[in-house]
């Protein structure tokens, strides 16, 4: 089981931009998808955005494409969620997680098997 630690998380004015990091432990940190989940106040984890074990291939929710950008960087074993044009809507305990999953950008919470302890976004209007 790989370990993942997210960071990044705070404060940011609407029209603004925040990067989050996830930093994963672990064996075969490569060999894994990821993702990006959400969780606003008084509601259920969403999918905001996922990339394959090689970084080849995204998805993005339609709440998010365009402005947000998913990366990682196997050397470093870390993963990324750039965001740009944060809305109010966007605050939320952002999570990343990993996915062993057959398919290459899995965006269901079943499909993945490991979580970070998740960091909070809060945009203000």
């Known amino acids: 089981q790989v370990q993942l630690v997210e960071s990044g998380g705070g404060l940011v004015q609407a029209g603004g931009s925040l990067s989050l990091s996830c930093a994963a432990s672990g064996r075969s940190f490569d060999t894994y998808a990821m993702g990006w989940f959400r969780q606003p106040p008084e509601k259920e984890r969403e999918f905001v955005a996922s990339?394959?074990?090689?970084?080849?291939?995204?998805y993005y929710a339609d709440s998010v494409k365009g402005r947000f950008t998913i990366s990682r960087d196997n050397a470093k074993n870390t993963m990324y969620l750039h965001m740009n044009t944060l809305k109010p809507e966007d605050t939320a305990v952002y999570y990343c997680?990993?996915?062993?999953?057959?398919?290459?950008?899995?965006?269901?919470?079943?499909?993945?098997?490991?979580w970070g302890q998740g960091t909070q976004v809060t945009v203000s209007s």
């Open positions: 990339i394959s074990w090689s970084g080849v291939n995204t």
């Open positions: 997680a990993a996915s062993q999953s057959r398919y290459s950008t899995p965006t269901s919470v079943r499909q993945y098997n490991a």
